[in-house]
């Protein structure tokens, strides 16, 4: 090791050495800085070249020499600064600034499931930046493991602790319903907390049971001023209702929708939404009062083709309502998209419409055996007409995707249309031309 030592130092002289010796050269012979070249207007005298003035030449070069080392010292002290800025190992470091309207928190609804570490983790491992991304954990339950999990954390999040925890007074038929009472009060506070109390302007809602796409920051970054210009839209989500595999498009991670049906797991919302829907927040079942026409008042959201999450959560009040046939074979997206490069202006309302409206309707009529069968030539798309709620719900129930109806919206419907994947051709169940609004009795 002493060995090792010596040689290093011995090269690390001879190469200080032999630097200075080619500087000294270069500046012997180097033109002062003031000239200007023969032919260049408005020279100045020219110094001339060394001369027998020993000593004169060796304190001007002197001169020279120390000039250069200090323009050479600032520079790195320059840089040393800047990289100072970027070192993430560097503690002392000064704080990247983010303007506020550009931070997006990502608010985890907590209760008592210590696999809130899962979801934890992807989050803190795909976050880009703590500065634009800050986690805040609001937990319901007062769950002593829950907590100690999330605490682990330290200052890589912020646990929040809902501190009502009295049973709610319900109806006696509402009595086996008093965890979905309890999850829209924990709502309620948590998205107080995060818009009235930390002043933030938009946040992500992420549920305790999901895992998260590996571009999932970025696609809520480059929804976030879509979402702000367009007054058409309300909410943007990660999911996809209709996102099984072999139901979706594998090439088309890119694609994205309008949707009239309130997705939810993992969703985006601004403060001046939340100021509108907090003075009547419901005392249960926030999500479905989310996707009645009084809160949705004939605004979208978007949805991705593929869902950038995944609910791993089976456990829960709804009982495993719906995640046996489908939520536990919903896609997750693996490939990162670059959504913040992308032109996202075709998802504003009249140019979105005219195109899909276009799309859907100018594709070939099908029959549910043609789809059924496999027996449909071309790559598609096709479209399969419904004319009422039952023929929507067998066709839907029949062909694998998601037959229930919020008001009269099928999941990821968009005027009336449901759009997927069959036997690799493209499909739109979709209600006949004209169509002009849903008929809530649809439910």
Request: charged content about 25%; aromatic content about 12%; overall charge positive.
């Amino acid at each position: 090791m002493i060995r090792k030592r010596g040689s290093l130092i011995l090269c690390g002289t001879f190469l200080f050495i032999t630097w200075n010796a080619i500087l000294v050269i270069l500046l012997w012979g180097r033109p002062p800085s003031g000239q200007t070249g023969e032919h260049g207007q408005g020279k100045r005298e020219v110094a001339e070249r060394p001369t027998n003035d020993m000593v004169g030449d060796v304190l001007r070069m002197a001169d020279t020499f120390e000039a250069e080392l200090e323009m050479q010292r600032k520079i790195l002290l320059q840089i040393k600064n800047q990289q100072s800025l970027w070192d993430p190992s560097n503690k002392n470091a000064p704080k990247v600034v983010v303007p506020p309207q550009l931070v997006i928190p990502i608010l985890v609804i907590a209760c008592n499931r210590v696999t809130v570490k899962r979801c934890l983790d992807k989050l803190l491992e795909l976050r880009p930046s703590a500065e634009l991304f800050p986690i805040i954990v609001s937990q319901d339950c007062r769950h002593a493991e829950t907590a100690e999990v999330i605490g682990s954390y330290g200052n890589q999040v912020i646990h929040l602790k809902q501190p009502v925890l009295s049973d709610i007074a319900v109806r006696p038929e509402h009595k086996k319903f008093q965890g979905y009472y309890k999850i829209s009060r924990h709502y309620r506070w948590a998205l107080n907390q995060v818009f009235k109390t930390l002043s933030h302007s938009s946040a992500v809602v992420v549920e305790d049971d999901l895992e998260v796409a590996p571009d999932f920051f970025e696609y809520f970054q480059a929804l976030l001023p879509l979402l702000k210009s367009d007054p058409t839209l309300w909410c943007v989500s990660a999911w996809n209702d209709n996102g099984r595999d072999g139901y979706v498009d594998p090439g088309s991670a890119n694609l994205l929708y309008r949707t009239d049906f309130f997705p939810g797991l993992g969703w985006m919302l601004l403060r001046e939404m939340w100021e509108e829907l907090e003075p009547k927040w419901p005392a249960s079942f926030w999500d479905d009062w989310m996707r009645q026409p009084e809160q949705r008042r004939g605004r979208a959201c978007i949805r991705p083709e593929i869902s950038r999450t995944l609910t791993f959560g089976r456990k829960g009040v709804s009982l495993g309502q719906f995640y046996d046939k489908y939520l536990r074979y919903i896609k997750l997206n693996t490939e990162f998209v670059p959504f913040t490069k992308l032109d996202l202006s075709y998802l504003k309302e009249e140019k979105y419409r005219e195109h899909f409206e276009k799309e859907v309707y100018r594709a070939p009529v099908v029959t549910y055996e043609d789809v059924k069968q496999g027996q449909l030539k071309g790559t598609g798309p096709y479209r399969l007409q419904y004319s009422s709620k039952d023929s929507f719900k067998i066709l839907a129930k029949n062909l694998g995707v998601m037959d229930d109806l919020k008001s009269g919206v099928p999941r990821t419907g968009y005027r009336g249309v449901v759009s997927f994947i069959s036997k690799g051709r493209r499909i739109y169940l979709a209600p006949p031309p004209g169509w002009t609004k849903y008929d809530p009795s649809w439910s």
